[in-house]
């Protein structure tokens, strides 16, 4: 059995679809041939010189099918959407379809695998698979990613479904692929997809197929995943319905991935895909160890950077030798968090946190020049005009940092 990998728009222009990275190796290891095929980059570079008709489709990507409809294969409403592009854009548009589904199918896989990310990826897989069936249908089609199965669609309880019944797709994979995509290939017709509990083992990432100089990123970057779901449980979020519970890999395991890319790929910049990069203290202390040891040896240049999602903790748990190893460890940029300046808005969102422990937060990575990002929430069901002068507060209170530009 064989099968072709690929990634739908829209995603992020500037590194190579994770998600076929991380499959591509474990069909590979079962003993099933496949090939990946980064269509969001493609599409970007079909349209680089066309900048108005591609903000127009990626206008249509974005339009939310689960209001659109309710009438399960009415699908006027979704050509009505297309018909608000420019007849240009849209034979543009068709034009790209036509030609990577054709190439695709000259690939004679068994299966032809869709992976979709978000709610923004819908669209562009229904044209595709449209596309895919119209020039052969018997082609064989499995989705999976989270923009399969987190939402439902014009009646139907998710996109999988839907697009089964629209007998657009043949299978769909509603949760962690690594293991269940190899027991599709091995001709599985009951696949029960239950969350991996050791996800040290996989191999890493495989980016040989794609071809980084056609990504906005100059250092090649990649995305690395170093844990799936979160240690918190913050009322306004929804991982838990992705993630039951919190698995990490070895902080070494981490390490050895990113030196891995570096050697392979010449890849200096990394992305951590996780909800928290310190959810795990004892991981993350032992990532950042093997980093500033392969730093020493020379096993990476200083050049080696990373960014990622990072949780304020309180400052007993988190003291001033973290942010120095961070520091030597090649930390760039941290995305964090904080949501509101009001302790109360906080506690009621399930935050555990205090102001003193975002002010020192923010004080050490000034100090050892780290960036950031305060992801904030203004609106909160219990915030009052009090509450939100606390955010401003805040916001006033570190723009010091600001301009020494953390």
């Not at 209001?67 to 006027?76: G, P, R, T, V």
Request: contains cysteine; charged residues 20%; hydrophobic residues 35%.
């Amino acid at each position: 059995m064989s099968i072709t990998l690929v990634a739908s728009p829209r995603t992020a222009n500037h590194m190579p679809s994770p998600a076929l990275a991380a499959l591509k190796p474990c069909v590979e290891k079962a003993g099933f041939a496949c090939s990946t095929i980064d269509l969001n980059i493609e599409l970007f570079n079909d349209l680089r010189n066309e900048f108005s008709a591609y903000t127009e489709i990626d206008s249509y990507f974005q339009t939310d099918l689960r209001y659109l409809s309710q009438n399960n294969f009415d699908l006027s409403p979704i050509q009505g959407e297309k018909n608000k592009m420019s007849v240009y854009s849209q034979n543009l548009y068709n034009l790209h379809l036509q030609n990577w589904a054709a190439r695709i199918l000259q690939n004679k896989h068994d299966w032809i695998g869709v992976s979709l990310l978000s709610v923004n990826s819908v669209l562009y897989t229904l044209d595709l698979c449209t596309e895919l069936k119209t020039q052969d249908p018997s082609c064989k089609i499995v989705l999976g990613g989270p923009g399969v199965s987190t939402f439902g669609i014009m009646g139907a309880s998710n996109f999988g479904v839907f697009m089964q019944r629209a007998g657009l797709a043949d299978e769909y994979l509603a949760g962690e692929g690594e293991y269940a995509l190899v027991e599709l290939l091995q001709g599985s017709t009951d696949i029960e997809l239950k969350q991996i509990d050791n996800i040290d083992v996989f191999p890493f990432p495989d980016y040989s197929d794609f071809n980084f100089k056609k990504y906005t990123n100059k250092n090649n970057a990649v995305a690395i995943t170093g844990s799936r779901g979160c240690v918190r449980n913050c009322t306004f979020c929804d991982i838990k319905s992705a993630w039951k519970q919190y698995r990490f890999r070895s902080g070494k395991n981490i390490a050895e991935e990113i030196i891995n890319h570096y050697e392979k790929y010449g890849s200096t910049e990394f992305y951590f895909t996780d909800s928290l990069i310190n959810g795990s203290l004892k991981s993350f202390g032992d990532f950042l160890d093997a980093m500033i040891e392969a730093r020493n040896a020379g096993r990476i240049s200083d050049q080696v950077k990373w960014s990622g999602q990072f949780i304020c903790r309180p400052i007993h748990q988190f003291k001033e030798d973290w942010y120095k190893r961070m520091q030597l460890a090649g930390a760039k940029q941290l995305h964090i968090g904080i949501e509101s300046g009001s302790e109360a808005v906080m506690h009621d969102m399930g935050k555990i946190l205090s102001n003193d422990d975002i002010d020192y937060t923010i004080e050490m990575l000034t100090k050892y020049n780290i960036q950031c990002d305060m992801l904030m929430i203004v609106g909160y069901p219990t915030e009052t005009e009090q509450d939100f002068n606390h955010t401003l507060d805040i916001l006033e209170r570190l723009s010091v940092d600001e301009e020494q530009g953390t």
